[in-house]
C-alpha cells in the first residue's frame, strides 16, 4: 500500500534541493535503542488539492510507535501481529503498531501550506542501519500523495558514495521514502541506565584501564 532535513557531510547539500519538494523527516539520524521523537512534514497538498490526512507506514525493524495528538485531527492506528510475543513497557504484547494515520474533518491544510505530525519510536539497536518511513498525503476529492518509493540498491552509510547516492535517491523519483540512520548511541538513553564510566565521565581510554 506505501511507497530530510538533517544528515551528516555531504548529505546535507545533496538533499537540500528536494526537502522543500517531498515529504520528509524532521531529522534523519539518531542512537540505537533511544526511544526518539520525529516529526513527519507534509509540504503541500495534492496537486492544488487541501490535506485531510496521512498516512505513515512505520518501518519493520521498528516494534514501539506512538503518535502524538493533534488538536482537531483523529489519530488510528493499524496493528502488525508479532511472531512471538515481546515485552513492552512492562507487559508482554502480541502485536504492534504498523501504521498510523492522522485525519481531520473540519481543518484542512491550504494546498500550498505546511503540515506537521509527529511520533515517537524506540529505534532498533542496529546502529548503521538505513530505515524508510513510507508515507501517503491525503487530500481532498479522493486525491493522494504517496511517498513509498525506495532506492534501487540498498544505500550504506559505510560506502563512501552514500551522501551522493542518497541525494540520487532523493532526486530520482517523485516520491521517494524519508530515510533515517540509526547512529551507534556512546551510551543509555537515561542516567540510571549508565555505567559508573559514564556517570564519572570517563573518557574511553579511562574507561579502558579501569577494566
Request: net charge neutral.
Amino acid at each position: 500500500m506505501f511507497k530530510s532535513a538533517i544528515l551528516t557531510g555531504g548529505a546535507v547539500v545533496a538533499l537540500a534541493g528536494v526537502a522543500s519538494a517531498h515529504n520528509v523527516l524532521s531529522v534523519n539520524e539518531g542512537p540505537e535503542g533511544f526511544l526518539f521523537p520525529m516529526t513527519l512534514n507534509v509540504n503541500h497538498g495534492c496537486k492544488g488539492a487541501p490535506v485531510i490526512g496521512a498516512r505513515l507506514k512505520i518501518p519493520d525493524e521498528i516494534v514501539d510507535a506512538k503518535a502524538s495528538d493533534k488538536p482537531g485531527w483523529k489519530v488510528e492506528y493499524k496493528m502488525r501481529k508479532l511472531d512471538k510475543p515481546i515485552s513492552q513497557h512492562g507487559r508482554e504484547v502480541t502485536e504492534v503498531i504498523d501504521e498510523i494515520s492522522w485525519s481531520t474533518a473540519g481543518n484542512p491544510v491550504p494546498p500550498d501550506g505546511w503540515a506537521t505530525f509527529e511520533f515517537r519510536v524506540r529505534l532498533p539497536d542496529t546502529p548503521g542501519k538505513v530505515l524508510y518511513f513510507k508515507n501517503i498525503t491525503v487530500c481532498t476529492d479522493g486525491k493522494t500523495d504517496p511517498y513509498v518509493d525506495l532506492p534501487k540498491e540498498a544505500l550504506d552509510i559505510n560506502d563512501p558514495m552514500f551522501a551522493k547516492k542518497a541525494g540520487e535517491f532523493m532526486r530520482a523519483t517523485p516520491g521517494p521514502s524519508p530515510l533515517f540512520i540509526v547512529r551507534k548511541a556512546d551510551k543509555k538513553q537515561y542516567p540510571w541506565e549508565w555505567t559508573p564510566e559514564q556517570v564519572r565521565g570517563d573518557s574511553p581510554q579511562q574507561a579502558a584501564q579501569a577494566k
